[in-house]
């Protein structure tokens, strides 16, 4: 038995979004890094990283170049996750988008369909009052 869900395919406005996004070099690459920095195995590198930096010796304590090094990721990671953030955002975005035009196109179809429908009315009311008046005396 599979812990993970089903994979759903993407909203079909998405995917269209995806593929034009996946043209872009600069886009592949931030894609890339990011989902790499959101997984365990940049968790493991890091602890593997950390442990031999200290268990080698690399450099005395407080550990200025470590330091150093840490805080240039981080410089990168935060603008990785805004840049996912914003990839995410244009996502939503596409999607909220092209369910606004389905809303406005089933409003147009409801107004054409209730127009029929007083048209069907008013046809049969009409066919009642002939009706009414054949066999009237």
Do not use: C, K
């Not at 195995?41 to 442990?51: G, R, S």
């Not at 805004?82 to 955002?89: G, H, K, M, P, Y």
């Amino acid at each position: 038995m599979s812990v993970h869900p089903p994979r759903r395919s993407p909203h079909p406005a998405l995917a269209a979004h995806l593929e034009e996004r996946s043209r872009d070099v600069q886009n592949r690459v931030a894609d890339t890094i990011t989902r790499f920095a959101g997984s365990m195995l940049f968790v493991y590198v890091h602890v593997v990283w950390f442990a031999l930096w200290l268990g080698l010796g690399v450099e005395d304590f407080p550990y200025g170049l470590l330091t150093m090094l840490v805080s240039l990721e981080a410089i990168f990671l935060s603008t990785f996750v805004l840049v996912s953030q914003n990839r995410s955002d244009a996502a939503r975005q596409v999607v909220a988008e092209h369910q606004y035009g389905m809303i406005e196109t089933e409003g147009r179809q409801t107004e054409d369909l209730l127009r029929l429908s007083r048209q069907i009315l008013a046809l049969t009311e009409e066919v009642h009052r002939l009706t009414v008046e054949r066999r009237a005396p």
